[in-house]
Every structure is written in structure tokens, then in C-alpha cells.
């Protein structure tokens, strides 16, 4: 496996994008289970998610299973940021400079990474201390910059499939620690002791 990171996240891409589908809808109903199962999962609140695509774990079996005091967000781009943004199936939808859905809102509809108690974040790649390998636009390092040296609010968990662990990734002085990464089959607490 190659340390360029370019080169890996070709390969990881690629990876979880050759995942079957029907590994992929019985993926999705184990990683809502294990993001349930989390110690610091919320009961009330804002927890926000994402629109899998390329290849992504879907979280719609955990958006649907929500407890019903909490509100599913997804995000939404603004000029060098992420914002959050309350939608539920149905709701109008638009697409962003990189095709990606997000809620069509206006901007005082949307929140603040601050604002919700759990983000879980799509991954390219990860390691088992919890470094994750995304996509390499910085969106959510920027945006979750006040958490770097604070343990929460609000939780941050990495969601992947197996298949996208790698052995090890150099962590950047930008990177934000993630408080947990979930797959399919097993959750990997990175929150300090």
C-alpha cells in the first residue's frame, strides 16, 4: 500500500466502491447498530451525517432509527466552511459545486458544526488510532477547527467500511482527532484515556 496520499485514496476509493451491494445494505444496517451502541451517543439534539456518494457506507438505517428528540442534519457548503442544515426525506434538496444533495434552506435556516451533538463523517480511509484520510478538500478540518483541543461538543465518529482500514496515517498539525471510528463490524474508540 502506497503512503502518497493521492495514490491512497485512488486505491481506497476504489476499494469500497467494488464492494458488492448487497455487502453494502447489510453494511449499512450494522453500522447504524454500532453508532447506536456508542457510549456518547445522543438521545436529544442536532446529529448530522452525510449523502453517500462514490462508493461511501450509507447511514440512512441509522437516520431512519433516530431516537425522536434528535433531528438529522446534513452539510451544506458556505465560503470555506461547513454549515448543518435539519432534513428529513422529502425535503427540497439542491446540489453543490461537487454534485453533492444538500438541503435547499436559507442560510439562517443553518447551523453551526457547534450547534449538534454528534457529526458522523464519511471517510476514505482510516487507521486504527482514529486518523482519517478524507477526501482532501480540508471542508471538515476547517470546519470542526474549534474542537482540536476540546473533547466535545460535539462527538465526532468516522463511519467506513472495513475494507478501508489501512495500517497507519500520518496525522497532519490540521487534522481534528476524531472521538471514534465505526465499520460494519467494529468500533474504534479514539478518544484519550
Not at 432509527?65 to 434528535?70: A, G, Q, T, V, W
Not at 459545486?97 to 439562517?108: F, K, L, N, T, W
Not at 471517510?123 to 487507521?127: I, M, P
Given at each position: 500500500m502506497t503512503t502518497d496520499r493521492a495514490a491512497l485514496r485512488t486505491e481506497l476509493r476504489a476499494r469500497r466502491r467494488a464492494i458488492p451491494a448487497p455487502q453494502r445494505i447489510a453494511?449499512?444496517?450494522?453500522?447504524?447498530?454500532?453508532?447506536?451502541?456508542?457510549?456518547?451517543?445522543?438521545?436529544?439534539?442536532y446529529v448530522a451525517g452525510y449523502w453517500a456518494l462514490d462508493g461511501e457506507i450509507a447511514l440512512?438505517?441509522?437516520?431512519?432509527?433516530?431516537?425522536?428528540?434528535?433531528?438529522?442534519?446534513?452539510?451544506?457548503l458556505q465560503p470555506g466552511t461547513l454549515k448543518f442544515a435539519p432534513w428529513r426525506f422529502g425535503d427540497a434538496l439542491v446540489t453543490n459545486?461537487?454534485?453533492?444533495?444538500?438541503?435547499?434552506?436559507?442560510?439562517?435556516s443553518l447551523l453551526d458544526a457547534a450547534d449538534l451533538a454528534l457529526i458522523v463523517m464519511p471517510?476514505?480511509?482510516?487507521?486504527a488510532s482514529g486518523h482519517r484520510l478524507g477526501m482532501g478538500g480540508g471542508w471538515y478540518d476547517r470546519t470542526l477547527a474549534f474542537r482540536h483541543d476540546a473533547p466535545a461538543p460535539p462527538y465526532l465518529v468516522g463511519a467506513a467500511f472495513d475494507e478501508q482500514r489501512v495500517?497507519?496515517?500520518d496525522a497532519a498539525a490540521w487534522d481534528v482527532p476524531l472521538d471514534?471510528?465505526?465499520?460494519?463490524?467494529?468500533?474504534?474508540?479514539?478518544r484519550p484515556a
Open positions: 453494511a449499512a444496517d450494522a453500522l447504524a447498530a454500532r453508532l447506536f451502541d456508542l457510549a456518547f451517543a445522543p438521545t436529544t439534539g440512512h438505517v441509522w437516520q431512519t432509527r433516530l431516537p425522536r428528540d434528535c433531528v438529522y442534519c446534513l452539510p451544506v459545486r461537487y454534485g453533492i444533495p444538500e438541503p435547499d434552506v436559507a442560510p439562517s471517510l476514505v480511509g482510516f487507521d495500517p497507519e496515517l471514534a471510528v465505526c465499520t460494519p463490524t467494529t468500533t474504534f474508540s479514539c
